[in-house]
């Protein structure tokens, strides 16, 4: 990869969705050391000795998309298992009672392919809440980090590993297992706070701010009923003291919904919010499920709130309320979650699918998303989930130079009426022809610069082809388990919640 990270951008229709709402019909960005120095018609006049100019006309500049929610671990499942509810999805995902681990090569190949297909579509950066299968290892950690700076990928990168049993992260599945079922659980590998907050000094000490800054740490405890409360404690600290995103599923399903009143007589977002542990780093994922006074604690601590509409259709999952969100001032951005419940990784897809689900759950046309907000979401949104806000997102002098040049000589901009409102419901990511992350071209005239990929997709085939095995065993042990947990989602889906997220 080449280390030159200056350049100049010539001829381009600039959209900068930075705060004074710039856009120029043609202008220049010039770019050095990684970061946008100068912008506007006839910029490129200040370039000092560019290495390298792109005439971009005919192109539109514009920021890099964010995927604001995202596993790595599952880019080699895409399409592996029908639409299912999240608690039966997870089951079959990654079975409580399976053990074999896919391996460090495995975490890496899977983990760059992702990558591939993202910057081709012109995503830049991702939130990556990566888990690890059993258990995570410094090895399992630095090769989904090794993946992503060999790839030219911004990362912001979290381990997400719960620390207690699998039938305390629900309702009733203790009572409705089986004796000999609950002792196997209890056998399951399972690793503990110190040794996962030992795991993320190593993540921190070693990744954190390396490669110019573009790959970094956050941390996740997955969801708040599946971590220990003095696990909880130490990664709220890690995160205040190093500034880093909190990774949090909340009330994603109904059944979630159920188990805060049962587990904790309360909310999930209450149960966070009098932990001490709501603040302006958290990134709630989802929060479907979450009534309006979730919405008011929320908006108080400052919380972004990651929406992954394809995933939640995906999981039959509902409807997330969108407006209200908004209204109280909630920032909110998008993620395309996993690759087994978003299985193209394509976040315009999941821009779209945001401004269209929204018009189901509710009648006044008038609260209905609108193009500008959901772009925003996949640019700005994103990136202040991140903590990166004023950095990425946007084209300014002095932020990085993370920038995508789309065609629009294309179907998708011919005739271009509304450049905004075509972005997100007309392109997919297919006119995308060059993208830059840090001030590098990392993809351009149709293939990446920084990876082999033909290499890479053919050896993503063999191990997924050696695994099948391991997939077999796994799904057999899920079986096992599933009608203890179609039981316990049927007896959570009969509850009445006082709130509804789905039509029915
Ligand atoms: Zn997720």
């Not at 990684?34 to 920021?63: F, H, N, Q, Y």
């Not at 039938?167 to 297992?177: F, N, S, T």
């Not at 294309?410 to 005739?415: D, I, K, N, Q, S």
């Not at 095995?469 to 919640?497: F, G, H, S, W």
Request: proline content about 5%; overall charge negative.
């Amino acid at each position: 990869m080449s280390d030159d990270r200056s350049l100049v951008i010539r001829n381009a229709r600039v959209l900068a969705l930075d705060d004074a709402g710039h856009e120029w019909p043609c202008a220049d960005i010039v770019v050095e050391d990684g970061t946008i120095r100068a912008m506007g018609p006839d910029a490129a006049a200040t370039a000092r000795d560019p290495t390298k100019t792109i005439d971009s006309t005919g192109m539109l500049a514009m920021p890099g998309l964010v995927n604001a929610h995202f596993h790595s671990p599952g880019n080699l499942a895409k399409g592996s298992l029908d639409n299912l509810p999240l608690e039966l999805f997870m089951l079959y995902e990654v079975p409580p009672l399976a053990t074999a681990e896919s391996g460090n090569r495995a975490g890496y190949v899977g983990t760059i392919l992702g990558a591939m297909e993202m910057l081709r579509r012109g995503i830049t950066s991702v939130h990556d809440d990566a888990f690890h299968v059993p258990v995570a290892s410094r090895d399992s950690i630095d090769a989904i980090m090794q993946a992503y700076a060999d790839s030219g990928m911004r990362a912001t990168v979290a381990i997400d590993q719960p620390n207690i049993v699998e039938y305390d992260k629900y309702p009733y599945l203790a009572e409705l297992l089986p004796p000999e079922l609950r002792a196997e659980m209890d056998r399951a590998p399972r690793q503990t706070g110190e040794e996962l907050l030992a795991l993320y000094g190593l993540l921190v000490k070693r990744w954190h701010g390396s490669h110019d800054g573009r790959l970094r740490a956050a941390v996740s405890c997955s969801a708040p009923q599946r971590v220990t409360v003095d696990y909880f404690a130490g990664l709220s600290q890690l995160s205040k003291r190093h500034d880093l995103p909190f990774n949090i599923h909340i009330l994603e399903t109904k059944l979630q919904r159920v188990l805060g009143e049962e587990k904790f007589g309360k909310s999930l977002v209450r149960y966070v919010h009098d932990l001490g542990f709501l603040d302006e780093r958290m990134m709630v994922i989802h929060a479907i499920w979450i009534d309006d006074a979730d919405i008011a604690l929320l908006a108080q601590a400052g919380c972004t709130v990651a929406h992954n509409p394809v995933c939640n259709l995906r999981l039959g999952s509902g409807v997330m309320p969108f407006r209200k969100l908004r209204d109280a001032g909630v920032p909110v951005c998008i993620g395309t979650d996993e690759a087994t419940v978003d299985d193209s990784i394509n976040l315009w897809f999941a821009a779209k699918t945001a401004a269209l689900v929204h018009t189901l759950s509710e009648p006044d046309y008038r609260h209905w998303p609108v193009a500008s907000e959901i772009l925003h979401a996949v640019t700005r949104g994103g990136a202040r989930a991140m903590r990166l806000e004023g950095r990425i997102g946007q084209l300014t002098p002095g932020c990085a130079a993370d920038i995508v040049l789309v065609d629009l000589d294309t179907a998708a901009f011919t005739p271009c009426n509304d450049l905004v409102r075509q972005l997100v419901l007309c392109e997919d990511g297919s006119g995308v022809r060059s993208t830059i992350v840090d001030g590098r071209v990392v993809y351009e005239n149709g293939r990446l610069t920084t990876v082999d990929e033909r290499a890479l997709r053919a050896e993503a085939r063999e191990i997924a082809a050696a695994q099948r095995p391991l997939v077999a065993a796994a799904e057999a042990a899920a079986r096992r388990l599933d009608p203890v947990y179609r039981d316990m989602y049927l007896r959570a889906a009969r509850q009445d919640v006082g709130l509804v997220r789905r039509l029915s």
